[in-house]
């Protein structure tokens, strides 16, 4: 038996994960995606990294009646800014408000776009 058999052993690779939002330098406004701020629309914005969880505060459904029906919902951060997105994990209509939710690790990003799971898989289906 050998002692050095590390290469059996896979290596953890630790994803980034999270969000990289941007700050206003100038008032302390937190915004997602934004070249502006929203408040004080200066453009000296820092980058910061969130760990990505939020809150859904609106949930719709698009496209519900042509088969390709999508979720999308408002996410809250905790930083204080919100993002529009596509929220996976659930039929489109059962992402309540009030779910916590995180980004998919290595989700669509070809497309600039990112898609966030439910962190409660089971939500509340039984309650209808
Ligand atoms: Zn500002």
């Given at each position: 038996m050998s002692s050095t058999g590390i290469d059996t052993a896979a290596p953890v690779v630790q994803e980034e994960t999270g969000l990289v939002f941007q700050r206003c330098r100038w008032c302390g406004t937190a915004s997602f995606?934004?070249?502006?701020?929203?408040?004080?629309?200066?453009?000296?914005l820092e980058s910061e990294r969130s760990d990505g969880y939020g809150v859904v505060v609106r949930s719709s459904v698009v496209?519900?009646?042509?088969?390709?029906a999508r979720n999308e919902s408002l996410i809250r951060f905790p930083e204080g800014f919100v993002f529009r997105c596509r929220v996976v994990?659930?039929?489109?209509?059962?992402?309540?408000?009030g779910a916590r939710v995180r980004p998919v690790s290595g989700g669509d990003s070809e497309a600039g776009e990112v898609v966030f799971e439910l962190c409660e898989a089971s939500g509340r289906v039984d309650w209808y």
């Amino acid at each position: 038996m050998s002692s050095t058999g590390i290469d059996t052993a896979a290596p953890v690779v630790q994803e980034e994960t999270g969000l990289v939002f941007q700050r206003c330098r100038w008032c302390g406004t937190a915004s997602f995606r934004r070249l502006l701020c929203p408040v004080c629309a200066a453009s000296d914005l820092e980058s910061e990294r969130s760990d990505g969880y939020g809150v859904v505060v609106r949930s719709s459904v698009v496209n519900r009646y042509t088969g390709t029906a999508r979720n999308e919902s408002l996410i809250r951060f905790p930083e204080g800014f919100v993002f529009r997105c596509r929220v996976v994990g659930a039929a489109p209509h059962l992402v309540w408000v009030g779910a916590r939710v995180r980004p998919v690790s290595g989700g669509d990003s070809e497309a600039g776009e990112v898609v966030f799971e439910l962190c409660e898989a089971s939500g509340r289906v039984d309650w209808y």
